[in-house]
């Protein structure tokens, strides 16, 4: 197993690279403070990567949520007491005890016996909010549905940190997706300018990659709008079959119990 | 994205998270931070002032202060190497004001509000608002119920600065 490493992707822009999930967390520094985006699946790799931060920095920090996946959530305990950010209905969810996290940690591999008790974000942006970290400032925002409701994402200069809206290595997560509108959503962050952009898991890509995955993201959406058959949907899906299943089973979900199912069908 | 309204911008009470080197956490088990730790003593804090805890933070010194509704809390404070704050509202009391506000504001984004949230330093939920946006009456109405640990904070810059800046 390769150790975790730092990789610099601008002035004062770091990416953790992680071994387990291939996850990608990151940390902004300014002159007075530092940002952490996103803190590992569990407490003690949370504790980890404060360690691993606290060889960069010594400065105060403060923590932004992706979104409420157990992988990128449950180290938060390591970096308290400390503001925590994050998009209102991902703080709902972690309100709510974690045990939706541990059966998504379970269904990874996890052995833990009890749920982790996630740490509530105590600091919620809805749509956009900006943190001056001392002659660095930060972009938090919520683009709009895709890998999840919740998901943030955060600007650093250049660097995009897009959590799972966009993904290295492996496709796209559709479990809590909303497959329809996940391209518009990529759409806005490719508006926002960055050059660099960051993954929730893989290595950092730049804007043709994301561009790529918008496009097949679209090809996916526009097969489960239009198809008749999801036997169909696969043959004809640029994902995998599991993914496109999955992608599909929420996409009829969302029509079906969407208050517009025809102007949906009818849009992008 | 939504719209191109101006970012309201919450307060990021940053605060130092002291030291952090050096205790590798044990993989197997994972009581998370190492002993010590200012995330250690706020949460050993939290379990022995219960439901007079307010909350903790690391001033700008390094030194852990711990928050309590209770005077008399003070004493446990120190004995775990925290400075004790007396304060009015618990933790436990400003998660719910929030929760209460997170849900009267629901689900989509308002131009009006895009941020609040506890700020333990102040010992009450934020709110920040843009300056020149009307004021949900929802929000008004919790703010009015919540009397000083809800504050509605007018901000005109889409930048908030670092507390002591």
């Given at each position: 197993m390769t150790a975790d490493r730092w990789v610099e992707v601008g002035d004062g822009v770091l990416v953790r690279r992680h071994a387990e999930l291939d996850l990608s967390t990151g940390l902004v520094v300014g002159e007075r403070g530092a940002l952490v985006v996103d803190t590992r699946g569990d407490p003690a790799q949370g504790s980890a990567l404060a360690e691993a931060v606290r060889e960069v920095t010594a400065l105060p920090w403060a923590v932004v949520l992706t979104h409420a996946h157990f992988d990128h959530c449950l180290?938060?305990?390591?970096?308290?007491p400390t503001p925590v950010w994050a998009h209102p209905a991902c703080r709902d969810d972690l309100a709510r005890g974690g045990a939706a996290q541990h059966a998504e940690a379970v269904a990874h591999g996890?052995?833990?016996?009890?749920?982790?008790r996630p740490v509530v974000p105590d600091r919620v942006v809805a749509d956009r909010a900006e943190l001056d970290l001392g002659r660095r400032r930060v972009l938090l925002l919520h683009?709009?549905?895709?890998?999840?409701d919740a998901d943030l994402v955060v600007v650093a200069g250049d660097v995009l940190f897009a959590g799972d809206l966009v993904e290295q290595g492996a496709p796209p997560a559709f479990?809590?997706?909303f497959p329809l509108q996940w391209p518009a959503t990529v759409t806005a962050l490719l508006a926002l300018g960055a050059t660099t952009v960051v993954p929730g898991h893989g290595e950092p890509v730049d804007t043709a990659f994301v561009e790529a995955q918008r496009d097949a993201l679209a090809a996916l959406a526009a097969l489960c709008r239009d198809c008749d058959s999801a036997a169909e949907v696969v043959a004809r899906s640029p994902f995998d079959e599991v993914t496109t299943l999955t992608a599909l089973a929420r996409a009829t979900r969302r029509a079906a119990g969407s208050v517009l199912p025809t102007r949906q069908r009818g849009r992008l | 994205m939504h719209r191109a309204i101006v970012g309201l911008l919450a307060v990021?009470?940053?605060?130092?998270?002291?030291c952090g080197a050096g205790?590798?956490?044990?993989a197997t088990s994972d009581?998370?931070?190492?002993?010590?730790?200012p995330a250690d003593v706020v949460a050993a804090a939290e379990q022995r002032l219960g439901d007079s805890f307010a909350g903790g933070f690391v001033d700008r010194s390094g030194g852990v202060v711990v928050l309590t509704t209770?005077?008399?809390a003070a004493e446990q404070v120190r004995s775990l190497g925290a400075t004790p704050k007396v304060v009015e509202h618990s933790r436990a009391e400003l998660d719910d004001w929030q929760a209460r506000i997170g849900a009267a504001l629901g689900p989509e984004p308002s131009s009006a509000v895009t941020t609040w949230g506890v700020d333990v330093e102040r010992n009450a939920v934020v709110v920040h608002v843009l300056v020149g946006q009307p004021v949900p009456p929802q929000l008004q109405q919790i703010a009015d119920d919540a009397g000083d640990a809800v504050r509605l904070a007018e901000v005109q810059s889409p930048v908030v600065p670092l507390p002591g800046s």
């Amino acid at each position: 197993m390769t150790a975790d490493r730092w990789v610099e992707v601008g002035d004062g822009v770091l990416v953790r690279r992680h071994a387990e999930l291939d996850l990608s967390t990151g940390l902004v520094v300014g002159e007075r403070g530092a940002l952490v985006v996103d803190t590992r699946g569990d407490p003690a790799q949370g504790s980890a990567l404060a360690e691993a931060v606290r060889e960069v920095t010594a400065l105060p920090w403060a923590v932004v949520l992706t979104h409420a996946h157990f992988d990128h959530c449950l180290g938060t305990a390591a970096f308290l007491p400390t503001p925590v950010w994050a998009h209102p209905a991902c703080r709902d969810d972690l309100a709510r005890g974690g045990a939706a996290q541990h059966a998504e940690a379970v269904a990874h591999g996890s052995t833990r016996p009890v749920p982790v008790r996630p740490v509530v974000p105590d600091r919620v942006v809805a749509d956009r909010a900006e943190l001056d970290l001392g002659r660095r400032r930060v972009l938090l925002l919520h683009p709009g549905a895709g890998h999840t409701d919740a998901d943030l994402v955060v600007v650093a200069g250049d660097v995009l940190f897009a959590g799972d809206l966009v993904e290295q290595g492996a496709p796209p997560a559709f479990d809590d997706a909303f497959p329809l509108q996940w391209p518009a959503t990529v759409t806005a962050l490719l508006a926002l300018g960055a050059t660099t952009v960051v993954p929730g898991h893989g290595e950092p890509v730049d804007t043709a990659f994301v561009e790529a995955q918008r496009d097949a993201l679209a090809a996916l959406a526009a097969l489960c709008r239009d198809c008749d058959s999801a036997a169909e949907v696969v043959a004809r899906s640029p994902f995998d079959e599991v993914t496109t299943l999955t992608a599909l089973a929420r996409a009829t979900r969302r029509a079906a119990g969407s208050v517009l199912p025809t102007r949906q069908r009818g849009r992008l | 994205m939504h719209r191109a309204i101006v970012g309201l911008l919450a307060v990021a009470a940053m605060v130092a998270a002291g030291c952090g080197a050096g205790d590798q956490a044990d993989a197997t088990s994972d009581p998370a931070p190492a002993a010590g730790t200012p995330a250690d003593v706020v949460a050993a804090a939290e379990q022995r002032l219960g439901d007079s805890f307010a909350g903790g933070f690391v001033d700008r010194s390094g030194g852990v202060v711990v928050l309590t509704t209770d005077p008399a809390a003070a004493e446990q404070v120190r004995s775990l190497g925290a400075t004790p704050k007396v304060v009015e509202h618990s933790r436990a009391e400003l998660d719910d004001w929030q929760a209460r506000i997170g849900a009267a504001l629901g689900p989509e984004p308002s131009s009006a509000v895009t941020t609040w949230g506890v700020d333990v330093e102040r010992n009450a939920v934020v709110v920040h608002v843009l300056v020149g946006q009307p004021v949900p009456p929802q929000l008004q109405q919790i703010a009015d119920d919540a009397g000083d640990a809800v504050r509605l904070a007018e901000v005109q810059s889409p930048v908030v600065p670092l507390p002591g800046s």
